[in-house]
């Protein structure tokens, strides 16, 4: 009886040794990832005015919540990002819009360090800081819409590089149009659409 219960206190006592280390090998579901992002608007008006958006280079901060091993949401952030506006390629004026964007992602786990993803979600734009030159201004009361939600999807992958440190590629499409008005009375649509082509560094802590 003696040895028995000496046997099964051991027993008790490896496997309560043994719960720190598992749980220390597990990963965080918390993942941060900077990028460099290149936005690249795809412009097409259907004004007549051949209105348009420069393409920029932005940063991004990401946050990405892991449910299980495959299964991620992801917060896509950044600040107020300021472009031209401009018809036919001459400048007449500028906005700035702030675009987070929220996705859903399957990972997949099975190629060791390289560890690709898809990802699909809603992005919502809010368009701030809108200006037209004066003469624009006072020939047509320019205005365009102040918000836009639409889809966005996304593959990318994130590559180890050491424990919890990885290199991260991402494009991301977003569909993203704004109505376009004069006087108060819509002349037209503005879609954006732009692709994202980003990279950056990855942490998961």
Known sequence: MKRTSLTLAVLALAAASSMPLTAQAESSPWMVRARAVY?????????????????KWLPEIDVSYFFS????????????????IRAGGDRIGSLKHLPPTLLAQYHFTDFGPFKPYVGAGLNYTRVSSVRFDSAVDAALSPSVEKSSIGLAAQVGFDYEIQKNLYLNVDIKKLKLGVDV?????????????PWLFGVGIGYRY
């Not at 936005?39 to 420069?54: A, C, F, I, P, R």
């Not at 091993?69 to 031209?84: M, R, S």
């Open 181 to 193: 008005k004069s006087f108060g009375n819509k002349v037209g649509e503005l879609k954006l659409d």
């Open 39 to 55: 936005l690249d608007s795809q412009n097409k008006d259907s004004t007549g005015l051949d209105l348009s958006v420069n393409n």
């Open 69 to 84: 091993p495959n299964f991620a949401v992801e917060l896509i952030l950044t600040y107020p990002q300021k472009h031209d």
